[in-house]
């Protein structure tokens, strides 16, 4: 089993920054992937950033690319994502994702808003 903690949201206006960070517990594999989703209200639950553990490039939704930043320290087993130029369409409760072997775990969610 993996526990996910995230932190980090919270109000912000919009132009503004804030970190996410979702640190994984538990059983850990050397060879994971971690990512945040996020789900607006009335909207299904997409993908906003992935990094593998192995390196190589993340992943980005084209909505976030040049704005957000995905990193993550493997020794902590966190991961990190850095939000600036924040829009009023990025509200949203952002979820941490972790897989590894085949499974896939979720985080509780931390619910951003940007305010106009």
């Known amino acids: 089993q993996v526990q996910l903690v995230e932190s980090g949201g919270g109000l912000v206006q919009a132009g503004g920054s804030l970190r996410l960070s979702c640190a994984a517990s538990?059983?850990?594999?050397?060879?994971?992937?971690m990512g945040w989703y996020r789900q607006a209200p009335g909207k299904q639950r997409e993908l906003v950033a992935a990094i593998a553990s192995g390196g190589g490039s993340p992943d980005y939704a084209d909505s976030v690319k040049g704005r957000f930043t995905i990193s993550r320290d493997n020794a902590k087993n966190t991961a990190y994502l850095q939000m600036s130029s924040l829009k009023p369409e990025d509200t949203a409760v952002y979820y941490c994702?972790?897989?590894?072997?085949?499974?896939?775990?979720w985080g509780k969610g931390t619910l951003v808003t940007v305010s106009s």
């Open positions: 538990g059983i850990i594999s050397s060879i994971n992937r």
């Open positions: 994702n972790f897989a590894q072997y085949h499974m896939t775990y």
